[in-house]
């Protein structure tokens, strides 16, 4: 009996090891060199950039011998957009690239992250004080999302237990000028949405905080799994922040609005946020190759589990980007548990920084308004005016220090 126990716990332990190994941290290095190397450009939307991103992804594709889904024999799924930051330039067509792998079941698994980013600073949301000309390339925002894909792939063609769901692998153009590529591809999906179990949304998954070691993961009130089945899978190596919320700023919202359970994966936010300085020297692949590995452990675990059932979930009331008149030029923290505003970066030369807000600061009032969360932010930049002065108060160390923040 001890015997057998102890051939059964090298067994067990194996088992994790060859698991753990599937996702290696060079690979995944490896993706995001290259789609955020310069040559592409930062990846704008409809660009030459984005169409060699598309490429690689697509030839990626091929040799895990994924099949195109649809009648067309091409990965790529295009549709039409107009450029410009607010969609009143010229007309231009980007891609989806989208893969199929068919295990012959009835329903089908959705796993994605958009490959678009900011190009050379022409298509607006860069927070660089002078962004044009500037190459964004982009490395966890979100060539590391599309590394995730990849690897998924790899993971799940290529292991010898065949899955009880087929999966689709979807890299979305278009995410950064306002989810164009996954609404496109939920209009106009080749596969029939009512066969999709769930879809797992991947953007910003490398940069994952080596001391606090803080996932978010968005969209948990989708579906009655997943808060508990997330919970089972949190550990001291990869602690898990939760929110409800189907809707939020990134692809898995277009799957959700079309009553598909779906989750966001992200690591946090940080200073390199849509600036030039967001390169691959700066990913934790150690850490993204443990949030992949979350992740497959979490589709394995639904294997057995029949199709998830769908929730709707309340939308946070939270002011839209075109309700402000004006901007704090901060980053907000999506992964801190303290009450106000964490500052994950500042942007020179905009008011908090001029102000003298810092990276660490946590936000706890603007004027008469108290500041709890990011809703209350963003709540909060809708209601001040361009000129107006405002005292904010932020808590720096054990110090609450009130500045003084003229928009």
């Known amino acids: 009996m001890k015997k057998n126990a102890l051939l059964g716990l090298f067994g067990l332990f194996i088992s994790a090891t060859l698991f753990a190994q599937?996702?290696?941290?060079?690979?995944?290095?490896?993706?995001?060199?290259?789609?955020?190397?310069?040559?592409?450009?930062?990846?704008?939307?409809?660009?030459?950039?984005?169409?060699?991103?598309?490429?690689?992804?697509?030839?990626?594709?091929?040799?895990?011998?994924?099949?195109?889904?649809?009648?067309?024999?091409?990965?790529?799924?295009?549709?039409?957009?107009?450029?410009?930051?607010?969609?009143?330039?010229?007309?231009?067509?980007?891609?989806?690239?989208?893969?199929?792998?068919?295990?012959?079941?009835?329903?089908?698994?959705?796993?994605?992250?958009?490959?678009?980013?900011?190009?050379?600073?022409?298509?607006?949301?860069?927070?660089?004080?002078?962004?044009?000309?500037?190459?964004?390339?982009?490395?966890?925002?979100?060539?590391?999302?599309?590394?995730?894909?990849?690897?998924?792939?790899?993971?799940?063609?290529t292991n010898k237990i065949k899955e009880k769901y087929n999966f689709v692998f979807i890299c979305f153009s278009g995410e950064e000028m306002g989810l164009f590529g996954s609404k496109y591809f939920t209009e106009n999906a080749p596969l029939d949405l009512t066969k999709v179990n769930y879809m797992i949304n991947m953007d910003m998954i490398g940069r994952?905080?080596?001391?606090?070691?803080?996932?978010?993961?968005?969209?948990?009130?989708?579906?009655?799994?997943?808060?508990?089945?997330?919970?089972?899978?949190?550990?001291?190596?990869?602690?898990?922040?939760?929110?409800?919320?189907?809707?939020?700023?990134?692809?898995?919202?277009?799957?959700?609005?079309?009553?598909?359970p779906a989750l966001h994966f992200f690591t946090g936010a940080h200073a390199d946020y849509h600036k030039p300085t967001d390169d691959w020297e700066k990913i934790n692949a150690k850490g993204q190759a443990d949030v992949l590995t979350l992740i497959a452990k979490l589709i394995n675990e639904l294997d057995s589990q029949p199709k998830l059932a769908f929730l709707p979930t309340k939308a946070k009331p939270m002011a839209s980007r075109s309700a402000f008149k004006i901007t704090m030029g901060i980053m907000p923290s999506y992964t801190a548990d303290e009450a106000g505003v964490k500052v994950d970066?500042?942007?020179?030369?905009?008011?908090?920084?001029?102000?003298?807000?810092?990276?660490?600061?946590?936000?706890?009032?603007?004027?008469?308004?108290?500041?709890?969360?990011?809703?209350?932010?963003?709540?909060?930049?809708?209601?001040?005016?361009?000129g107006q002065t405002i005292p904010v108060k932020v808590k720096r160390g054990g110090e609450v220090i009130t500045l003084t923040v003229n928009f």
Do not use: C
Request: aromatic share 6%; net charge negative; no cysteine.
């Open 345 to 386: 970066g500042v942007t020179d030369g905009r008011p908090g920084q001029k102000a003298g807000i810092q990276t660490g600061d946590i936000i706890i009032q603007m004027g008469d308004l108290t500041i709890k969360d990011i809703q209350d932010y963003m709540g909060a930049l809708g209601k001040f005016d361009k």
């Open 208 to 260: 994952l905080d080596p001391q606090t070691k803080v996932l978010a993961v968005n969209g948990t009130g989708t579906s009655p799994v997943w808060e508990p089945l997330l919970q089972n899978l949190a550990s001291d190596q990869l602690k898990i922040k939760t929110d409800s919320s189907g809707i939020g700023p990134s692809d898995h919202t277009s799957f959700y609005l079309k009553n598909i």
């Open 22 to 157: 599937q996702f290696d941290e060079a690979r995944i290095l490896s993706h995001i060199k290259i789609l955020a190397n310069d040559s592409l450009q930062g990846r704008g939307t409809g660009t030459e950039g984005e169409k060699m991103a598309a490429d690689y992804i697509s030839k990626t594709y091929k040799s895990l011998k994924l099949k195109p889904v649809g009648k067309t024999k091409s990965y790529l799924q295009p549709f039409e957009f107009k450029r410009g930051a607010h969609g009143e330039g010229e007309p231009g067509t980007a891609h989806n690239v989208v893969g199929f792998l068919d295990n012959k079941a009835e329903y089908t698994i959705v796993i994605g992250a958009h490959y678009d980013h900011l190009g050379i600073g022409e298509q607006g949301n860069s927070l660089d004080a002078n962004p044009t000309g500037k190459i964004h390339n982009g490395a966890d925002d979100n060539a590391s999302g599309v590394a995730g894909v990849l690897e998924l792939a790899r993971y799940f063609s």
